[in-house]
């Protein structure tokens, strides 16, 4: 398969849900960049107007302010559209064991809310899942292997089985009502626009390593990661896209360049030339109870490379230097880094 993208969105109606988020803003920018029409729905609860603000005054974005539990903001935001691309969820560790039950509510049922939504209209639609999905195993995690969730005694898993039943909920509207939907399970992506206040672990090690502050380990900082540039996930989020064989399967998006947290600090450290040490701290100083920390998340890369041609390939250096190019924004959040990105 040709290894570069050939389609063109010119003049296509696209909804993007959680559109000011993270993955999201940067989504919509290369849509319109592309030629899309975008509109956003988001309630910038997580979200952050000034990832947007660059397209607002484009006449080719518009802003739906708004929940997808609200069915008149949904309404309104899918009106004319023909694409949807589903982000809009609960994120980040933290605020999953803060509030697990909003986490449910808006992972299950908000998006069987825009799955109904999306077969009513025929959108072709695009499931943004998490690598959660498959618990505590160690991978390289492959699409058709079976599930198995943690304990319910640990609340994180309350979040990888919501977006579990979220991925049923999209492949039974494509078998029952032909929705052409097709999921996306993201494994740690990372960029500029994320923030650390939610439990995301490379901008709280850049933040703090520009600050002068300690990185903070969770633990032995032994746990294995592999970091996607959102850049990379979002050009292969869009050769999905292009691919009609990706209609009615679920794929990996991420990298599998693997590295310890520990050695993702050191690095951070190294890439920055900063001064700070690197502290080692138990999970029951950062989180509330309920946290369960995974000792590895790689995925397998197969599916999306026969679907699209398609490797992730920035350097996470790359990565690391635009962050810490960023404007600094004031984070409340404690500067301790999980292995959760």
Known sequence: MDSKRSVEWQGRRVLVTGGAGFVGSHLVDALVDSGAHVTVLDD?????LENLLPRLADDQVRLVR???LDPRALDEALRGATHLFHLAAAVGVKRILERPFGAIRINVQGTER???QAARHGLRTFIASSSEVYGPGSGP???????VIGSPDSIRWSYGCSKALGEFEALNFHRRHGLPATVLRLFNVVGP??????????PRFVQAAQTGQPLQVVGDGEQRRCFCD???AVEAILRLAESPASIGTICNVGSDVEL???QLAERVVQWLGSSSVIEHVEPDRLYPPGFAEIARRR??????LELTGFRPSIPLETTVRQIAREPRLRDSAAQAGGAEA
């Open 44 to 48: 910038l609860s997580t979200g952050r």
């Open 66 to 68: 708004g929940s997808i």
């Open 114 to 116: 825009v799955l109904a």
């Open 141 to 147: 995690f492959r699409e058709d292997q079976p599930l």
């Open 193 to 202: 626009r994320q923030r650390g206040r939610f439990g995301m672990v490379l």
């Open 230 to 232: 959102v850049s990379d």
């Open 260 to 262: 310890t947290i520990g």
């Open 299 to 304: 995925p397998s890369l197969d599916r999306l």
